[in-house]
Antibody, heavy 123, light 113 residues
């Protein structure tokens, strides 16, 4: 059974760059059936999709969030990563990594999630 | 972006009673050529990640009790819990994956009366 685990700093200073990783165990990030995605949830608020990456490095992003996010994948280490530049207090949230099924055409629902990691942006 | 609107925002229901949560999309999420509605439901308990309950609007995810059912097509959907159990207290979200970006409803908080 596949498991996902986020890792990264819990505290980041404003204007700095946030880097998170998601390690996948019990399955392969090279599996063509899946995309690997990131979501976030500000404290007490709803869910927001950030974007995802396919095994070949192709990415999709939520344009409503701007262009500060970068998602990448490392198949040799079975992990994928999220980088967020120039963070502000508005980026304080729980960040989740997740696995998206595909329908043969594109990505769909997220069937497996990591536990999430709280990132606080504060000086 | 497709806007997802849930109703109600919150509700309190007695143990064993039926629960209905509504979700409306700002445009159809039915892919007619594939005959599938690109709509999922998730359950989120405090301090936990979302858990997939329903996908393709009405297909129950693995391990999900059969008291959970999804209905609807096009722009209007419902999640029904046939008989509320204590462990069902949570926030429920609908999500469309018809077009990018994926978007969620604002959530419906379900409490025990």
């Amino acid at each position: 059974q596949v498991q996902l685990q986020e890792s990264g700093p819990g505290l980041v200073k404003p204007s700095e760059t946030l880097s998170l990783s998601c390690t996948v165990s019990g399955g392969s990030v090279s599996n063509t059936r899946y995309f690997w995605g990131w979501f976030r949830q500000p404290p007490g608020k709803g869910l927001e999709w950030i974007g995802n990456v396919y095994f070949n490095g192709n990415t999709n992003y939520n344009p409503s969030l701007g262009s500060r996010f970068t998602i990448s994948i490392d198949t040799s280490q079975s992990l994928f990563s999220l980088t967020l530049m120039s963070v502000t207090a508005a980026d304080t949230a729980v960040y989740f990594c997740a696995r998206h099924e595909t329908d043969g055409y594109s990505f769909t629902y997220a069937d497996t999630w990591g536990q999430g990691t709280l990132v606080i942006v504060s000086s | 972006d497709i806007v997802m609107t849930q109703s109600p925002d919150s509700l309190a229901v007695s143990l064993g009673e039926r629960v209905t949560i509504n979700c409306r999309s700002s445009q159809s999420v039915l892919f007619t050529s594939r005959n599938k509605d690109y709509l999922a439901w998730y359950q989120q308990k405090p301090g936990q990640p979302p858990k997939l309950l329903i996908y393709w609007a009405s297909t129950r995810a693995s391990g999900v009790p059969d008291r959970f059912s999804g209905f609807g097509s096009g722009t209007d959907f419902t999640l029904t819990i046939s008989s509320l159990q204590a462990e069902d207290v949570a926030v429920y979200y609908c999500q469309q994956y018809y077009s990018s970006p994926i978007t969620f409803g604002q959530g419906t908080r379900l409490e025990m009366k």
